[in-house]
């Protein structure tokens, strides 16, 4: 399996929901990346997991949470946002260590908030 | 921190002709420089990349070169066909996380 899936595909909620994203991943990578992707823009890093620990956040507002729960799979939940935030959401992965840090993205979620 | 310069933002050629993007980055440090293609409510795919170690790559009609003293690399692409319009966007990493340029908008005409 060399691909990142993505669930949902598409998203709508409200300000007051909480929701989340998942992403899974079956090449063996330990690590994955979230990114955030507004129109006619370029990905913009979030977080990165290695090894299943945080290892970076972009300061990122606390109205998102990351969360690795094993692995394989990368969820990251959503609570209170704003309309702002509607983008699309990619994941990625990788392998760790130098000259193996090819990122392979999945499909994405595209996320609107009303 | 890392910043990456891409230009041309679009860029139209006829089918047939050749396309180039070129990239700049800031940090001496950055030792790996890809290269996505993402065409329009897709997933950004990898299409070549290059490690600073290597001043060039081919695959097909797709070279990419890079200058470290300069700092800067470029995506060739010959023989460009309608399929390859997309927006094409550079990186620049250092092993922790993947610097972006803005993006080209390529346009073949046919």
């Known amino acids: 399996d060399t691909e990142v899936t993505q669930t949902p595909k598409h998203l709508v909620m409200g300000m007051t929901n909480k929701k989340s994203l998942k992403c899974e991943q079956h090449m063996g990578h330990r690590a994955m990346y979230w990114y955030k992707q507004k129109a006619k823009k370029p990905p913009e890093l979030m977080f990165v997991y290695s090894y299943e620990k945080l290892s970076i956040n972009e300061s990122v507002p606390s109205r998102f949470s990351p969360e690795c729960p094993n692995s394989s799979l990368l969820n990251l939940h959503l609570h209170a946002l704003q309309p702002e935030d509607s983008a699309l959401y990619l994941c990625a992965s990788s392998q760790v260590g130098t000259d193996q840090e090819t990122q392979y993205f999945g499909p994405g979620t595209r996320l609107l908030v009303l | 921190g890392e910043n990456v310069e891409q230009h041309p933002s679009t860029l139209s050629v006829q089918e047939g002709d050749s396309a180039v993007i070129k990239c700049t980055y800031s940090d001496s440090a950055s030792n790996y420089f890809p290269w996505y293609k993402q065409e329009l409510g897709k997933r950004p795919q990898l299409i070549i990349d290059?490690?600073?170690?290597?001043g060039e790559k081919k695959d097909q009609r797709i070279a990419v070169t890079l200058n470290k003293t300069a700092k800067h690399f470029s995506l060739h692409i010959t023989e460009t066909q309608p399929e390859d319009s997309a927006v094409y966007f550079c990186a620049a990493s250092d092993g922790n996380k993947l610097v972006f340029g803005a993006g080209t908008i390529l346009r073949v005409k046919s």
């Open positions: 290059i490690r600073s170690n290597v």
